[in-house]
């Protein structure tokens, strides 16, 4: 059993900053690629930015340049740094991890997951 948990959401003001975290339970998982979302209320939800297995990123063109996602050394979290807030960045923030996007040891889960989501609030 795999659970997502996402922290770091809250109230900022436009032009703040937040540093949103995806953890997976459990110590011995390890999280190789992920995914952050965005869903607000009656849409359907919008890929933010990807981490692939290889490091790569990528980025929805409405937030290049001000979000960063990342993973920790021991890649057990990853992260996702948001910079120049604007009100149209407000929204519930979910982690998704693709099929073998998370491993235990030298196994790797073939399903895919996502967590409950944080919420981030950018108010003018």
């Known amino acids: 059993q795999v659970d997502l948990v996402e922290t770091g959401g809250g109230l900022v003001q436009v032009g703040g900053s937040l540093r949103l975290v995806c953890a997976a339970s459990?110590?011995?998982?390890?999280?190789?690629?992920a995914s952050w979302y965005r869903q607000r209320s009656g849409t359907r939800r919008e890929l933010i930015a990807e981490?692939?297995?290889?490091?790569?990123?990528n980025y929805a063109t409405s937030v290049e340049g001000r979000f960063t996602v990342s993973r920790d050394s021991a890649q057990k979290a990853v992260y996702l740094q948001m910079t120049a807030l604007l009100p149209e960045d407000s929204g519930n923030y979910l982690c998704?991890?693709?099929?073998?996007?998370?491993?235990?040891?030298?196994?790797?889960?073939?399903?895919?997951?996502w967590g409950q989501g944080t919420e981030v609030t950018v108010s003018s």
């Open positions: 981490l692939t297995r290889d490091g790569t990123t």
């Open positions: 998704y991890t693709p099929p073998l996007g998370i491993e235990s040891g030298s196994s790797a889960f073939i399903r895919e997951y």
């Open positions: 459990g110590d011995s998982l390890a999280i190789r690629a």
